[in-house]
Protein backbone atom coordinates (compact mmCIF):
# COMPACT_ATOMS: atom_id res chain seq x y z
CA UNK A 1 0.00 0.00 0.00
CA UNK A 2 1.50 3.48 -1.17
CA UNK A 3 2.12 6.13 1.45
CA UNK A 4 2.54 9.27 1.56
CA UNK A 5 4.29 11.12 4.33
CA UNK A 6 4.80 15.13 4.55
CA UNK A 7 6.79 16.87 7.18
CA UNK A 8 6.52 19.45 9.13
CA UNK A 9 2.85 18.60 9.65
CA UNK A 10 3.00 21.88 11.03
CA UNK A 11 5.45 24.81 10.29
CA UNK A 12 5.35 28.72 11.65
CA UNK A 13 7.78 30.72 10.05
CA UNK A 14 8.78 34.86 9.56
CA UNK A 15 7.87 36.58 6.74
CA UNK A 16 11.22 36.96 4.77
CA UNK A 17 12.47 33.95 5.66
CA UNK A 18 12.97 30.30 3.87
CA UNK A 19 12.05 26.97 3.99
CA UNK A 20 11.22 23.28 2.94
CA UNK A 21 8.53 21.25 3.18
CA UNK A 22 9.28 17.34 2.37
CA UNK A 23 7.43 14.74 0.96
CA UNK A 24 8.18 11.04 1.10
CA UNK A 25 6.41 8.13 -0.83
CA UNK A 26 7.18 4.53 -0.45
CA UNK A 27 6.36 3.21 -3.59
CA UNK A 28 7.76 4.04 -7.14
CA UNK A 29 6.25 6.58 -9.15
CA UNK A 30 6.81 9.73 -11.39
CA UNK A 31 3.97 11.39 -10.97
CA UNK A 32 3.25 13.84 -8.59
CA UNK A 33 1.06 16.66 -7.73
CA UNK A 34 1.14 19.79 -5.26
CA UNK A 35 -2.03 21.30 -4.00
CA UNK A 36 -2.85 24.44 -1.84
CA UNK A 37 -5.41 24.39 0.08
CA UNK A 38 -7.23 27.90 2.15
CA UNK A 39 -9.14 27.08 5.41
CA UNK A 40 -12.59 25.28 4.17
CA UNK A 41 -12.06 26.10 0.69
CA UNK A 42 -11.18 23.56 -2.40
CA UNK A 43 -7.58 22.33 -3.56
CA UNK A 44 -5.98 24.46 -5.81
CA UNK A 45 -3.08 22.74 -8.14
CA UNK A 46 0.46 24.51 -8.07
CA UNK A 47 2.57 21.83 -9.61
CA UNK A 48 2.66 18.36 -11.28
CA UNK A 49 5.90 16.73 -11.62
CA UNK A 50 6.40 14.01 -14.31
CA UNK A 51 9.83 12.78 -14.56
CA UNK A 52 13.00 12.41 -12.16
CA UNK A 53 14.46 15.52 -11.73
CA UNK A 54 11.59 17.93 -12.27
CA UNK A 55 11.93 21.56 -10.70
CA UNK A 56 9.19 24.02 -11.12
CA UNK A 57 9.09 27.40 -10.26
CA UNK A 58 6.03 29.61 -9.94
CA UNK A 59 6.66 33.10 -7.75
CA UNK A 60 8.16 31.97 -4.74
CA UNK A 61 7.67 28.50 -4.51
CA UNK A 62 9.66 25.86 -6.36
CA UNK A 63 9.01 21.98 -6.21
CA UNK A 64 11.17 19.67 -7.36
CA UNK A 65 11.07 15.62 -7.85
CA UNK A 66 13.58 12.38 -7.01
CA UNK A 67 12.17 9.31 -8.08
CA UNK A 68 15.28 7.55 -7.14
CA UNK A 69 14.96 8.96 -3.56
CA UNK A 70 10.90 8.65 -3.55
CA UNK A 71 10.80 12.32 -2.16
CA UNK A 72 9.83 15.49 -3.40
CA UNK A 73 10.26 19.35 -1.98
CA UNK A 74 8.21 22.34 -1.83
CA UNK A 75 10.88 25.38 -0.96
CA UNK A 76 9.43 28.85 -0.08
CA UNK A 77 11.76 31.54 -0.63
CA UNK A 78 11.37 34.92 1.33
CA UNK A 79 7.79 33.53 2.54
CA UNK A 80 4.76 36.37 2.66
CA UNK A 81 1.73 36.34 4.51
CA UNK A 82 -0.50 35.47 1.36
CA UNK A 83 1.75 32.02 1.34
CA UNK A 84 0.01 30.77 4.59
CA UNK A 85 -2.54 28.05 3.75
CA UNK A 86 -2.12 23.88 3.95
CA UNK A 87 0.10 22.32 1.13
CA UNK A 88 -0.37 18.57 -0.07
CA UNK A 89 1.59 16.26 -2.38
CA UNK A 90 -0.19 13.84 -3.99
CA UNK A 91 1.28 10.54 -5.90
CA UNK A 92 -0.10 8.85 -8.43
CA UNK A 93 1.08 5.61 -8.82
CA UNK A 94 -2.20 3.86 -10.94
CA UNK A 95 -2.01 3.36 -14.53
CA UNK A 96 -2.92 5.71 -17.63
CA UNK A 97 -6.26 6.39 -17.62
CA UNK A 98 -6.90 4.76 -14.07
CA UNK A 99 -5.51 7.44 -12.01
CA UNK A 100 -5.92 7.95 -8.46
CA UNK A 101 -4.34 10.09 -6.02
CA UNK A 102 -3.39 9.38 -2.69
CA UNK A 103 -2.25 12.60 -0.11
CA UNK A 104 0.10 13.20 1.80
CA UNK A 105 -0.95 14.75 5.39
CA UNK A 106 -0.53 18.52 4.67
CA UNK A 107 1.36 20.65 5.94
CA UNK A 108 0.05 23.82 7.44
CA UNK A 109 2.02 27.09 7.06
CA UNK A 110 1.40 29.89 8.56
CA UNK A 111 3.92 32.98 7.74
CA UNK A 112 4.09 35.48 10.65
CA UNK A 113 4.44 38.63 9.59
CA UNK B 1 -11.91 29.00 -10.16
CA UNK B 2 -11.44 25.49 -11.32
CA UNK B 3 -14.28 25.07 -13.51
CA UNK B 4 -15.62 21.87 -11.97
CA UNK B 5 -18.85 22.68 -10.77
CA UNK B 6 -20.58 20.90 -7.23
CA UNK B 7 -24.09 21.15 -5.38
CA UNK B 8 -25.13 21.60 -2.78
CA UNK B 9 -22.41 23.51 -0.95
CA UNK B 10 -23.76 22.10 2.44
CA UNK B 11 -26.08 19.40 3.64
CA UNK B 12 -27.01 18.96 7.31
CA UNK B 13 -28.50 15.42 7.96
CA UNK B 14 -29.48 13.54 10.55
CA UNK B 15 -28.01 9.89 11.08
CA UNK B 16 -29.63 7.06 8.76
CA UNK B 17 -30.53 8.96 6.15
CA UNK B 18 -29.31 9.29 2.27
CA UNK B 19 -28.10 12.04 0.20
CA UNK B 20 -26.99 12.55 -3.03
CA UNK B 21 -24.12 15.18 -4.00
CA UNK B 22 -23.62 16.01 -7.86
CA UNK B 23 -20.66 17.10 -9.56
CA UNK B 24 -20.10 18.55 -13.06
CA UNK B 25 -16.60 18.00 -14.84
CA UNK B 26 -14.76 20.88 -16.40
CA UNK B 27 -15.71 20.71 -20.15
CA UNK B 28 -14.17 18.13 -22.50
CA UNK B 29 -13.41 15.80 -18.94
CA UNK B 30 -14.05 12.12 -19.36
CA UNK B 31 -12.65 11.57 -15.91
CA UNK B 32 -14.33 12.22 -12.58
CA UNK B 33 -13.08 11.44 -9.00
CA UNK B 34 -14.40 11.58 -5.30
CA UNK B 35 -12.66 12.47 -2.55
CA UNK B 36 -13.09 12.77 0.96
CA UNK B 37 -11.87 14.97 3.46
CA UNK B 38 -12.65 14.73 7.22
CA UNK B 39 -10.25 15.40 10.28
CA UNK B 40 -9.26 12.02 11.06
CA UNK B 41 -8.63 10.07 7.73
CA UNK B 42 -7.31 13.36 5.66
CA UNK B 43 -7.72 13.13 2.29
CA UNK B 44 -8.87 9.99 1.07
CA UNK B 45 -9.77 9.08 -2.45
CA UNK B 46 -13.24 7.41 -3.29
CA UNK B 47 -14.10 6.33 -6.67
CA UNK B 48 -13.23 7.32 -10.20
CA UNK B 49 -15.13 6.97 -12.97
CA UNK B 50 -14.18 7.59 -16.97
CA UNK B 51 -16.94 8.16 -19.58
CA UNK B 52 -19.23 6.70 -17.77
CA UNK B 53 -17.65 3.75 -16.50
CA UNK B 54 -16.02 2.74 -12.98
CA UNK B 55 -12.43 2.36 -13.30
CA UNK B 56 -10.86 3.01 -9.81
CA UNK B 57 -12.00 2.25 -6.29
CA UNK B 58 -10.11 2.93 -3.19
CA UNK B 59 -11.84 3.49 0.77
CA UNK B 60 -15.83 3.59 -0.36
CA UNK B 61 -17.87 2.17 2.14
CA UNK B 62 -20.71 -0.02 0.76
CA UNK B 63 -23.02 2.78 2.19
CA UNK B 64 -22.05 4.35 -0.42
CA UNK B 65 -22.29 4.43 -4.39
CA UNK B 66 -21.20 6.66 -7.54
CA UNK B 67 -22.83 7.23 -11.09
CA UNK B 68 -21.61 9.15 -14.18
CA UNK B 69 -24.01 9.97 -17.10
CA UNK B 70 -23.91 9.62 -20.35
CA UNK B 71 -23.59 14.13 -19.70
CA UNK B 72 -20.63 13.16 -18.06
CA UNK B 73 -21.78 14.48 -14.34
CA UNK B 74 -21.61 12.36 -11.94
CA UNK B 75 -23.73 11.99 -8.44
CA UNK B 76 -22.44 10.42 -4.95
CA UNK B 77 -24.78 8.62 -2.87
CA UNK B 78 -24.29 7.91 0.76
CA UNK B 79 -27.01 6.23 2.39
CA UNK B 80 -27.75 4.99 6.07
CA UNK B 81 -25.31 7.93 7.07
CA UNK B 82 -23.62 8.09 10.69
CA UNK B 83 -22.00 10.83 12.14
CA UNK B 84 -18.38 9.93 11.15
CA UNK B 85 -19.48 10.36 7.01
CA UNK B 86 -19.70 14.31 8.50
CA UNK B 87 -16.57 15.36 5.94
CA UNK B 88 -15.94 17.68 2.87
CA UNK B 89 -16.41 15.97 -0.44
CA UNK B 90 -14.87 16.70 -3.69
CA UNK B 91 -15.52 15.98 -6.68
CA UNK B 92 -12.39 16.14 -9.18
CA UNK B 93 -12.19 15.71 -13.22
CA UNK B 94 -9.43 15.83 -15.56
CA UNK B 95 -8.28 14.22 -18.93
CA UNK B 96 -7.33 11.15 -19.55
CA UNK B 97 -4.13 11.05 -17.77
CA UNK B 98 -3.76 14.50 -16.95
CA UNK B 99 -3.79 16.23 -13.56
CA UNK B 100 -7.37 16.72 -11.48
CA UNK B 101 -8.48 19.47 -10.62
CA UNK B 102 -10.78 20.10 -7.81
CA UNK B 103 -14.44 21.47 -7.69
CA UNK B 104 -15.15 23.79 -4.18
CA UNK B 105 -16.60 20.60 -2.38
CA UNK B 106 -19.96 19.46 -0.53
CA UNK B 107 -19.57 19.52 3.86
CA UNK B 108 -21.88 17.03 5.06
CA UNK B 109 -22.63 16.95 8.14
CA UNK B 110 -25.03 14.31 9.96
CA UNK B 111 -26.09 14.91 13.08
Known amino acids: ELKVEQNPLFLSMQEGKNYTIYCNYS?????LYWYRQDPGKSLESLFVLLSNGAVKQEGRLMASLDTKARLSTLHITAAVHDLSATYFC?????????????FGTGTRLTIIP | DSGVTQTPKHLITATGQRVTLRCSPR?????VYWYQQSLDQGLQFLIQ???????AKGNILERFSAQQFPDLHSELNLSSLELGDSALYFC??????????FGPGTRLTVL
Open chain 1, 90 to 102: AVDISSFGNEKLT
Open chain 2, 49 to 55: YYNGEER
Open chain 2, 92 to 101: ASSRRGDEQF
Open chain 1, 27 to 31: TTSDR
Open chain 2, 27 to 31: SGDLS
